[in-house]
């Protein structure tokens, strides 16, 4: 009989626990728990739309819901279930940092603080620090460029200093009670294994060097004087509290409390894996390795690649994070993505309506009938801006080659190949600095409805396009975590081998597209460049001609 | 009392008489008469996309019945009319040539040649003719550029000599037959004053200069080595019965004969104009003068300028045509054009049909609302290629500046503002060459219908847009060469005074908006000489930033 690990997933709106076979992945029990508080479990304010919160009670409640209700399910499968589970991972959204006291238990906990949204846990999608973000990217660009380089060239508002300088700003009762402040990825973990304690708790390597900062190559944290730099040094009592290392998910922090074991139906001692982001263990759960990138497909895409340790990585301009063991122990993890996939085709079927109001399914059904290079269009994928490699938000979206007999499967066809196009430019910086890539796995619903986009993207690859054949990659990741380090597997290469699958669908690129394709991004890239960095400089006047040559030739 | 003069408008699908006062312009009698050979009067060739032609024997038929009809209204009126008539004049599609026999008649009236096509008019749009056109124009590029740069650089298989050569090639027996040609625009006022023979037949300056490469530049016709070079100097022929001079439309070709006036129930010896294109004297309907450019907005537009002969005008690059008095006698003719405006509109609403299909009256009443710069989009207006003043029909539309939000009225205003920036293009590029224009009449349904469109054309030009109070400019220009040739006005600009007048109302630049569109065009030239052209080179970075800065300033 196999063992069981647990997989504790917390989204932007509920979070999610499963338990799986560790021999095979397959899942046992899986129960979901909406947060409370807030609309759909964001604490929001009306009157400032970069306001997003939640409340950490929500986190509690969640885990005993969740997990109490997958094993239950589990159970009645193998009634012997819960004795044979050997470890928890967890993965998070973030950075959610949450100010707690010294003891480590989240400030909106005491009834003092329990209704001020700044005691609560501050959502990734807050944005209020929108002007200290700047401010530290401001004095890091003069002061130590090299914070910004391996976060792709601006401190984001959605990351951890920036939110703390905004609290001591603007609540100096809650920032002053609290005597730190913890990533949601480190807090579950602490909490589950009561090791909350200032001097205790591990701060996993995804949240730290992603997000505030934390890179061995300059012995961790931001150095204290750089932090102290702003408003009289607030943020030096908090860095304080920082431990010099940072855990991986292979490391384990802690084990089950008996209180949570009785709670929870399970026997104390399990062993509580380090956390990460969801999106990174969401990369694990679709068996990322090197040389196999993962791509999350969804309104926007993550896209998530690693390279082992021994590689001589540079810096990859553009691309916002490359951190050492990040997403797998003993390999570079990098993180790119674009602003837009699903959402502009959402902007085109929901808001352009073309077509006298087609649905998706048509679009996409019509313009897989178009061959490759046939439309005569080109377009940029930058109706949201460009994450990666630009980082850049003011960029626009562009069609270009329209005539009179532009159809609307003809532009949805273009959008869809400016999104592979747009794919493609991360690839290529990922390979041009080192970082291998011969397959992509993909995940997402997007991934696994349109197969004409996934041709697309294998054609425009040059590359075979592989898809997870699990729904809830980031669970899977996580109860990855928990058997390795419950000790069911070696590490995650053997975890990977055992616990993740493909799909039976795999997109290999078809010769005759990749010809055309290629062609195609020779003219994307130049648009791209154009528009997009102030180095190109060159006369048009080609590309226009080149796409009625390929639209005719296409045509026959 | 009034005296009246008469207008016969030749189109591509019917003819229409206009009977008109001479005092006031005042429509008294119209009839229109649909050809009745082919489909929708033009004899086609379901294996021959390329073919158009037409039956003389419908012009014919179609004077009979429309001056008669429009006469029999008029005299419901004044019963006098038809003794008050001083004159005729006549406008018709071009390049439409007719092959003839040595005293005139049409060969297609013969019994031998009544159903071949090839004895028939060559419609304007026929374009069997394309391989002729360019290897004229190749041999004119060696021999004789000067011939090219008073045409835009290509001459087209829309015109006399290449459907002439085409004829010589594909039919000898015609070609044979056929003593002349003469254009559709000389071959009715020689047939209503039986000037038909080969010694008598005028041909007229708008068609012998904008099509036959007549120029007195160069002693008028190509030079007979030139056209001698074709296929052993099969053109020649035709050359020798080419009188040496051309006339205008304050010349009097003839009379109308006692046969004619006969049928018709009007006195003989009426004087007969030389004719012109129907665009041409939709200008002078339109009451164009130095100054005031004539704008005829329909799926494409004509955009027609005069300068006085005194101007020492330049060759002006991608005008398809500066021929002295083609217009109004004592001055230069200018001739231009967009390729497609209503024809974008068309597409959009009707094809890519956006906003789950909302109609042009529903998008505009939306797009009526938004502020110059508002939507963040700039669009090339290259749907159907562009013909002045880059003379390319291998260049497409863009739309630039999409984003997440963009809406259907949004992109719909863009396209909008697109065809005002090609058409100031035009503008621009005459008064750079010396031809002044400080007003724009505009005609045509989309003028009439639109005033959000002419707002905006106001605002792009800045100056005032004004439209013509006629619906048939056409008609009355030519009744308005009638009125001249007949006496009742000196000249055209008497006639213009009396005749034409302007709708009330008239769109004047607003001053703010002027501002955001000058920024606006600034940014089309940049991508309309970087697309559009070989001799620009530039990096682009700024464009849509440009284009987010003036949104944001325009939503305030």
């Keep these: 009989m196999s063992t069981y690990s647990v997989g504790l997933d917390f989204g932007t709106n509920s979070v999610r626990a499963v338990i799986v076979r560790t021999d095979n992945g397959a899942e046992v029990g899986a129960a979901v ?3 409370q508080t807030g609309e759909m479990g964001v604490v929001i304010d009306p009157k400032d739309p970069h306001l997003a919160r939640q409340h950490p009670a929500d986190y509690l409640a969640g885990i005993e819901a969740t997990l ?28 959610t940092p949450i100010p707690v006291d010294a003891s480590g238990q989240a400030l909106a906990l005491q009834s003092a603080f329990h209704d001020n949204p700044n005691a609560m846990a501050w959502l990734w999608k807050d944005h209020t620090a929108y002007k200290e973000a700047a401010e530290i990217t401001a004095a890091a660009k003069v002061m130590h460029p090299e914070y910004l380089a ?45 090791t909350t304690a200032l001097d205790q708790i591990e701060r996993c390597i995804c949240a730290a060097g992603h997000k505030a900062m934390f890179n061995p190559a300059w012995g961790g944290y931001p150095n204290p004087e750089f932090l102290a730099s702003f408003d009289n040094g607030v943020l030096s009592r908090v860095r304080d509290t920082l431990p010099a290392l940072a855990v991986n998910i292979s490391d384990t922090v802690g084990t089950l409390t008996p209180e949570w074991a009785d709670k929870l139906g399970l026997p104390a001692g399990i062993p509580v894996a380090g956390g990460a982001f969801d999106a990174h263990l969401g990369g694990v759960g679709c068996g990322i390795r090197p040389g196999a990138m993962v791509k999350v497909i969804g309104t926007s895409t993550c896209d998530l690649a690693v390279a082992p340790l021994a590689t001589e990585l540079m810096d990859i ?34 808001k352009l309506r073309p077509g006298g109001g087609l ?38 979206g562009v069609v270009l080659g329209l005539t009179l007999h532009s159809s609307p499967a003809e ?71 928990g058997a390795v380090v419950g000790g069911a597997h070696p590490d995650f290469e053997a975890a990977a081998a055992a616990m993740t699958s493909l799909d039976q669908r795999r997109y290999t690129p078809i010769k005759a597209n990749v010809v055309v394709y290629e062609q195609l991004f020779q003219l994307y890239k130049q648009l791209h460049d154009l528009f997009g960095t102030t180095e190109y400089a060159a006369n048009q006047f080609n590309v226009m001609k080149e796409l009625i040559a390929l639209r005719e030739l296409a045509r026959g």
Tied chains: 1, 2.
């Design 33 to 35: 728990f909406n947060y």
């Design 68 to 95: 109490t209700g997958a094993l239950a399910q589990a159970c009645r499968r193998d009634p012997d279930c819960a004795g044979r589970i050997v470890g928890i991972g967890v993965d998070t959204t973030g950075s």
């Design 150 to 194: 391996k976060c792709g060239g601006i401190y984001s508002s959605e990351w951890y200093w920036a939110k703390l300088l905004k609290c001591s700003r603007i609540d100096a009762k809650v920032f002053a009670a609290a005597a730190s402040w913890v990533e949601l990825a480190d807090w579950v973990p602490a909490v589950l294994s009561n």
């Design 317 to 350: 301009p553009g691309l916002c994070g490359v951190v050492p063991e990040s997403i797998l122990p003993g390999a570079y993890g990098i993180e790119a993505g674009q602003s837009a996939v699903g959402d502009i085709f959402n902007w085109y079927v929901h």
């Design 359 to 396: 649905d998706h399914a048509t679009l996409d059904r019509e313009a897989a009938q178009l061959k490759p290079g046939s439309t005569g269009l080109l377009a940029l994928d930058w109706h949201n801006g460009n994450r990666t490699v630009l980082v850049d938000q003011q960029l626009t």
């Design 411 to 481: 532009i949805f066809r273009a959008l869809v190949e400016a999104t592979a196009f747009g794919a493609r430019m991360i690839r290529d910086r990922m390979t041009e600095y080192g970082v291998p890539v011969e397959s992509v796995i993909n995940c997402g619903g997007i991934a696994r409805k349109s197969p004409m986009l996934m041709q697309i993207y294998a054609d425009v690859f040059n590359c075979p396009m592989l898809i997870s054949s699990s729904d809830q990659t980031c669970a899977l990741g996580s109860a990855m975590a």
